[in-house]
């Protein structure tokens, strides 16, 4: 079974930067982040394979960065240049079966999320 546990958002001004983490739990074949504002679906942000390759939305390339720390059975999400927009409740998931691994990969299992609000 795979547990994921979000930490790390918070409130910051435009232009500054926050790192999200997820604690893992269990096998994965498959990371990622998404995130969500009310009344709108689930967007993929980024996502990173177990040969830690990385696929990102085009709005956050160069400003959000996706990596693991197998040792520590965490995900990060490094953001920076935050804008507005930016502002979103952010999920971690992953998948524990063999298949395509990207933005648009099916995701099986979803932590509880952790909001983010950049502010002008």
């Known amino acids: 079974q795979v547990q994921l546990v979000e930490s790390g958002g918070g409130s910051v001004q435009v232009g500054g930067s926050l790192r999200l983490s997820c604690m893992i739990s269990?096998?994965?074949?498959?990371l990622g982040w998404f995130r969500q504002i009310p009344g709108k679906e689930r967007e993929a942000v980024a996502s990173i394979d177990n040969e830690n390759s990385t696929m990102y939305e085009p709005s956050v390339k160069g400003r959000f960065s996706i990596s693991r720390d197998s040792a520590k059975s965490t995900l990060y999400l490094q953001m920076r240049g935050l804008k507005p927009e930016d502002t979103a409740t952010y999920y971690c998931?992953?998948?524990?079966?063999?298949?395509?691994?990207?933005?648009?990969?099916?995701?099986?299992?979803w932590g509880q999320g952790t909001q983010v609000t950049v502010s002008s």
């Open positions: 269990g096998f994965t074949t498959c």
């Open positions: 998931a992953a998948r524990n079966n063999w298949g395509f691994c990207g933005l648009r990969a099916v995701f099986l299992h």
